[in-house]
C-alpha cells in the first residue's frame, strides 16, 4: 500500500524557517513534488525533483528561499523553507509518480504552514 506522510510543518514568524518531510513508502517513486493550497485557493505547484535528484523545479513566489531535496535510501523528499512569508500560508502536500510516468498519482494528506506577520 502506497502511503506518503508529511511532517514539519507548524506556526512560525515572518522570516523563520521550517523543513518539511514526506515520508514515501509502498513502491519506488519518480518524480516527487511539493504542492500548497491556501483558502480559497487552487491547489498549486511548489516544487518537484527528479528520480535521480539531479533535477529540481520552483515555482517563481519559492526560488532563492526553498530547496527541494531526497533521500532514496529512506524513501524521503525534503522542502527546506528559509524567509517565510505570510503569503506562504497554506496546507503543503508532497506527490509522487511512478517511475513510468510524470503524472502525479500519489498524495499525502497535508501539513499546515502558517507564518504570521
Known amino acids: 500500500q502506497v502511503q506518503l506522510v508529511e511532517s514539519g510543518g507548524g506556526l512560525v514568524q515572518t522570516g523563520d524557517s521550517l523543513r518539511l518531510s514526506c515520508a514515501a513508502s509502498?513502491?519506488?517513486?519518480?518524480?516527487m513534488g511539493w504542492f500548497r493550497q491556501a483558502p480559497g485557493t487552487e491547489r498549486e505547484f511548489v516544487s518537484a525533483i527528479s528520480q535521480s535528484g539531479g533535477t529540481t523545479e520552483y515555482a517563481d513566489s519559492v526560488k532563492g528561499r526553498f530547496t527541494i531535496s531526497r533521500d532514496n535510501a529512506k524513501n524521503t523528499v525534503y522542502l527546506q523553507m528559509n524567509s517565510l512569508k505570510p503569503e506562504d500560508t497554506a496546507v503543503y502536500y508532497c506527490a509522487a509518480s511512478r517511475i513510468t510516468s510524470g503524472t502525479y498519482r500519489y498524495w499525502g494528506q497535508g501539513t499546515q504552514v502558517t507564518v504570521s506577520s
Open positions: 509502498g513502491r519506488t517513486f519518480g518524480v
